[in-house]
């Protein structure tokens, strides 16, 4: 077993790499506008030492390639029928969410462990209700007419966590290959809490020595991919599909509940809700492009029917 002196010279020794990432998440490529339909993210993240080490050295699984990520990302919620001026009381409250990110990623070989930290606001502060009316502007949708009835101002505080564990199924990875990721994870504030386990399965021809994409939400974007001896020779491009699925048991979430010191728009959630994603990602040694189509299930009560919507990941690693 390592000690904290030996763990933190090999961090120290192992070059640093850096990534940047862009994510957007939208219900347009489901042909909606409803519920959750809007995301985007910015990420930063680097290996190597970092002011985070006394966290790792402290944690019972802080030893291994160490990744401290940066992000930041702005969510909007909407009901089905955004041509109310009055919202339907049944119907998903209008929310949105500004939050900042901080990541400490560990990775081995095959295991994975991701703990962030959470902070932000929903409500107005979060400018969703100015985001989309700019985006809606420059488009050929209607402008939702509840946002006046949103979500009050309420700062977040959360902490999510997520393990994976990374399976060679078939193949070698400078060729065909196909993997399997069984995951866990959870997340504790008054943003959200819920528990959630499930899988991803990719296959393809010289993929990424990394853990795959974020399904959903989750830890926002995974560490760079890792480059041992002769990772020049497998500079080229190289290209995975996979397909995954989630169950998560929700006991509260902000953007359903309701404001959590104010009286404001809620509705009755789901304790169960499933979710599948399916997708293609393509890139090389220094870009990685990814396509996700997510299918969310029913959050909660009266909900007519799952969300649906697509993400389009850009990465640069540097």
Not at 33 to 49: K, V
Not at 134 to 159: A, C, D, K, M, T
Not at 207 to 225: C, E, S, W
């Amino acid at each position: 077993e390592l000690t904290n002196h030996t763990a933190t010279t090999t961090v120290s020794a192992e070059p640093r790499q850096w990534s940047f990432s862009l994510r957007w998440e939208n219900d347009t490529f489901g042909g909606t506008d409803r519920f959750y339909t809007d995301g985007i993210g910015l990420s930063l993240t680097h290996t190597g030492p970092s002011w985070m080490d006394p966290v790792a050295n402290w944690l019972p699984w802080g030893q291994g390639r160490r990744t401290v990520g940066y992000d930041l990302m702005q969510a909007m919620y909407t009901p089905a029928d955004t041509t109310r001026i009055v919202p339907d009381p049944k119907d998903r409250p209008y929310a949105g969410v500004l939050t900042a990110g901080l990541t400490l990623h560990v990775d081995r070989p095959n295991s994975y462990h991701g703990l962030k930290f959470i902070t932000g606001v929903v409500g107005p502060w979060s400018l969703a209700e100015e985001t989309q009316r700019e985006v809606h502007s420059v488009g050929r949708w209607g402008r939702p007419q509840g946002w006046s009835y949103q979500l009050e101002n309420e700062p977040i505080v959360n902490l999510a966590y997520e393990y994976r564990h990374k399976f060679r199924l078939a193949g070698h990875r400078d060729g065909w290959s196909a993997e399997g990721l069984p995951m866990a994870g959870g997340a504790l504030g008054n943003l959200l809490i819920q528990g959630d386990i499930g899988g991803l399965l990719r296959a393809g021809y010289n993929m990424p020595d990394d853990f795959g994409i974020t399904l959903a939400h989750g830890m926002g974007n995974m560490p760079p991919p890792r480059w041992n001896e002769g990772a020049e020779s497998r500079s080229g491009w190289g290209f995975s599909v996979y397909g995954g699925a989630m169950a998560n048991l929700v006991f509260r979430d902000l953007t359903l509940d309701g404001n959590t010191f104010e009286d404001s728009p809620s509705v009755n959630k789901n304790l169960f809700v499933p979710a599948a994603a399916v997708g293609l990602a393509i890139g090389n040694r220094h870009f990685l492009a990814s396509f996700t189509y997510v299918f969310w299930g029913k959050e909660f009560e009266h909900q007519p029917e799952y969300s649906k919507y697509a993400a389009i990941t850009f990465s640069y690693f540097f």
